[in-house]
C-alpha cells in the first residue's frame, strides 16, 4: 500500500496541473471502494485546479466549490501521460485538460482506492474527522506522544499503525523507525520511557522525510506520476532484509507477525 511518502511524492508530482481547467472526466470504471460520483464529469467540467494538498494518505484536489478526495488503496497510483496514449486496463478515472495535451490517470489494478466529491467542511467527512496528527507537523511530538501510549498495552509497532493516534507511519516506516530507535517492534506501548519516545519521534520524522526526498519506496507497483520508480527501498535497514546481515551487528534480521502484517528487526540492535 502507497504510505505517506509515496503520497507526498505523488502530490507534489501533480503540483504542475494546479490552475489547469478541466476539459472532461472519462468514467471507465466507478466501482472502486465506494463507488465514484457518476455526475463528476458534469460536477467538474469547467473548472479549474486552485491547490493540491494532502492530509495522511489521502490527496486532495481542491477546487473553488470543493475537494475531490483520493485514496490509492493497495495498488493505486496517479499517472500524468503526454498526448492521447491509449488508456490500460486499470486506468479508471481520466481528465482531461483544456490547453493542455496531458491527461490525468487514476490507475488502480485492485480497485481498493477511492475518490470523494465532497462539498462540506472536509475535516467532519468521515473519512477524515477521526485522524490523528501528522507525523511531521509540530502536533505530533514526544510529549504527545508518551501520554497516549500510557494507556495502550498493544505493542508499540500497532500502535504506531493506528490512524487515531498518528497518520501516515504505515508499516515500512514504523519498522524502519522503530530500528533507528532502538526499540523492538514487539516492546508494550505502555512500557516505553520518555527517552524512548524522543527517540522514537525524531526516527519517524528523519524516516519520513528522508523517504519523501527519495521518491517513496517502490516495492510493488508504487511509481511516482511520470512513472518514475521511488529508491528509498535501497536504505532500508530492516524492511524486507529477514535473513541479510543487520548493517550495525551483522546478526540476521528477523521477521515476526503484528497484527497481520510483517515486521522486521534487530533482536541485538532492538531491546
Not at 486496463?89 to 481528465?95: G, L, R
Not at 465532497?118 to 474527522?129: A, D, Q, S, Y
Not at 533507528?180 to 519520513?208: E, M, Y
Request: hydrophobic share 35%; proline share 4%.
Amino acid at each position: 500500500m502507497p504510505e505517506l511518502p509515496e503520497v507526498e511524492t505523488t502530490r507534489q508530482g501533480l503540483l504542475p496541473l494546479v490552475d489547469q481547467t478541466i476539459k472532461e472526466i472519462i468514467i471507465r470504471n466507478g466501482s472502486l471502494r465506494w463507488p465514484v460520483n457518476p455526475n463528476l464529469n458534469k460536477i467538474l467540467t469547467d473548472k479549474s485546479i486552485r491547490s493540491i494538498s494532502r492530509r495522511a494518505k489521502y490527496l486532495y484536489i481542491n477546487f473553488e466549490h470543493g475537494t475531490l478526495i483520493i485514496h490509492l488503496g493497495m495498488s493505486g497510483r496517479m499517472q500524468i501521460i503526454n498526448g492521447n496514449a491509449k488508456a490500460e486496463k486499470h486506468d479508471h478515472v481520466i481528465f482531461k485538460f483544456i490547453n493542455n495535451n496531458k491527461t490525468l490517470r487514476y490507475h488502480d489494478p485492485r480497485r481498493f482506492g477511492s475518490m470523494h466529491w465532497v462539498t462540506t467542511e472536509i475535516n467532519e467527512h468521515f473519512l477524515i474527522k477521526s485522524l490523528g496528527p501528522e507525523p511531521l507537523s509540530e502536533n505530533f511530538n514526544a510529549g504527545y506522544l508518551y501520554q497516549k501510549l500510557r494507556a495502550k498495552k498493544q505493542c508499540i509497532k500497532n500502535s504506531l499503525m493506528d490512524a487515531h493516534l498518528v497518520v501516515g507511519v504505515g508499516n515500512i516506516y514504523a519498522s524502519e523507525a522503530l530500528f533507528l530507535s532502538n526499540i523492538r517492534p514487539q516492546k508494550q506501548s505502555l512500557k516505553l520511557t520518555k527517552k524512548d519516545v524522543n527517540k522514537l519521534v525524531n526516527a519517524i520524522k528523519f524516516v519520513l522525510n528522508a523517504a519523501i526526498q527519495k521518491g517513496g519506496s517502490t516495492l510493488n507497483d508504487f511509481t511516482s506520476v511520470d512513472g518514475k520508480l521511488g529508491y528509498f527501498q535501497q536504505e532500508h535497514q530492516v524492511y524486507g532484509r529477514e535473513g541479510l546481515s543487520c548493517y550495525q551487528c551483522q546478526n540476521p534480521i528477523q521477521k515476526i507477525i503484528l497484527g497481520q502484517r510483517s515486521s522486521f528487526f534487530c533482536k541485538i540492535c532492538q531491546k
